[in-house]
């Protein structure tokens, strides 16, 4: 029971500091869109690499990294540079999510463990003292089936949460991807020194 509280308390934790990463996340991807969109407007096209090296969102990351390759925005080679700053970003999101599989992996088998481990005590506790009645085996049952309830308890929000983030970490990344190659190939429309001047 002490392992499961602990694999609790990580997984919860986990949770936590993702779900505030991810907020966070996608309150800087908003504030630079609607910065770059506003460099956009006003022609000032220089401040939209500015506004990048400022953020901590993804995308920023994406689109300096294909700025500073100097390439054309859809040729084979600036696709890689794209790729490779995307799986960076990816391997950031997808920080501490193992955990998360793991903990939903064997907590249930934790418990399960817990539960053999009390049902062998009570069957030792019958030999060495006797029977005792119905109610006494049915006592001690009871008690080592809470190990496995507790660890199926701890498991399945875990499990739900990974396929949670796991999913929004997919459409996150296809959603950033999509709209730093836009951007970079608008920015490189209209500056068409950034690869000297980067």
């Given at each position: 029971m002490v392992t499961l509280m602990t694999l609790s308390i990580v997984s919860i934790g986990v949770v936590l500091e993702r779900l505030?990463?991810?907020?966070?996340?996608?309150?800087?991807?908003?504030?630079?869109?609607?910065?770059m969109q506003g460099a956009f407007e006003k022609e000032e096209y220089g401040e939209v690499l500015v506004h990048c090296r400022q953020s901590e969102s993804p995308l920023a990351a994406m689109i300096l990294a294909e700025a500073a390759s100097g390439l054309e925005a859809e040729s084979a080679d600036a696709g890689r540079?794209?790729?490779?700053?995307?799986?960076g970003e990816m391997a950031r999101m997808k920080q501490y999510m193992p955990i998360l599989a793991t903990i939903a992996s064997i907590a249930p088998f934790v418990g399960l463990f817990g539960t053999c481990k009390g049902i062998i005590s009570a069957f030792s506790d019958i030999a060495t003292h006797g029977m005792g009645g119905p109610s006494v085996i049915a006592?001690?049952?009871?008690?080592?089936?809470?190990?496995?309830?507790?660890g199926l308890l701890v498991a399945i929000p875990a499990l739900m949460f990974y396929n949670y983030f796991t999913k929004m970490i997919a459409n996150l990344g296809l959603e950033l991807e999509s709209h730093a190659f836009q951007v970079y190939r608008d920015l490189r429309s209209k500056l068409p020194g950034l690869s000297e001047s980067d």
């Open positions: 505030s990463f991810f907020k966070k996340i996608r309150r800087a991807t908003t504030a630079l869109r609607d910065a540079v794209m790729n490779l700053a995307m799986r006592a001690g049952i009871s008690e080592a089936l809470v190990a496995t309830a507790t």
